[in-house]
């Protein structure tokens, strides 16, 4: 025979450490994400009829992006070769960043394939990556290797800058 604990009908020793139940249960139905409409937000849905499709339009973007992105990076390394303060580094700084990472993104692509092989050494398996970058477009990278060069003034400015930056920031450690 059980034991009657408080006012329940449950009639086991253990039921006095069993968790009390819950009234209200979660419901399973799933939430949309959140992140999912931010994304919306930041590459709306287009039609895949209409001309932002079109290859020709695409490629006339792309160009005139390149073109505001090297626009801006002249200027500013223009700039920089008249007044050397922190903002003009910062902002020529930001300019090559945005140029590179816009050429990279566009010209080059990689493919990945990794292989297993076993270690000598402990007789274990061992997985090694191999990575093959592809250039997509030959006069783009050959564009991007001639301004960085019309750009080696300040370049080797923005290199001294962030040598000097790094030794202060081993004096602060």
Do not use: W
């Not at 990076?73 to 008249?82: A, P, R, V, W």
């Not at 191999?130 to 783009?140: G, N, R, W």
């Amino acid at each position: 025979m059980g034991y009657r604990v408080g006012n329940s009908d449950s009639t086991s020793l253990l039921s006095a450490f069993a968790p009390p139940e819950r009234a209200k249960k979660k419901s399973k139905e799933k939430r949309p994400l959140q992140a999912a409409r931010f994304l919306s937000l930041l590459y709306p849905k287009t039609d895949p009829h209409s001309a932002v499709q079109d290859p020709s339009l695409v490629h006339e973007e792309h160009q005139t992006r390149l073109a505001y992105l090297q626009d801006r990076l002249c200027s500013t390394g223009d700039i920089l070769k008249n007044t050397r303060t922190l903002e003009t580094i910062a902002a020529y700084k930001q300019a090559v960043k945005e140029f590179v990472q816009y050429a990279i993104k566009h010209n080059y692509t990689t493919e990945s394939k990794s292989s297993i092989r076993i270690d000598r050494g402990t007789g274990m398996p061992d997985t090694v990556i191999f990575t093959k970058i592809k250039v997509i477009d030959q006069k783009l990278a050959s564009f991007v290797r001639e301004l960085m060069s019309h750009q080696v003034d300040q370049l080797t400015v923005l290199q001294k800058t962030e040598e000097i930056y790094g030794m202060l920031v081993d004096l602060l450690i």
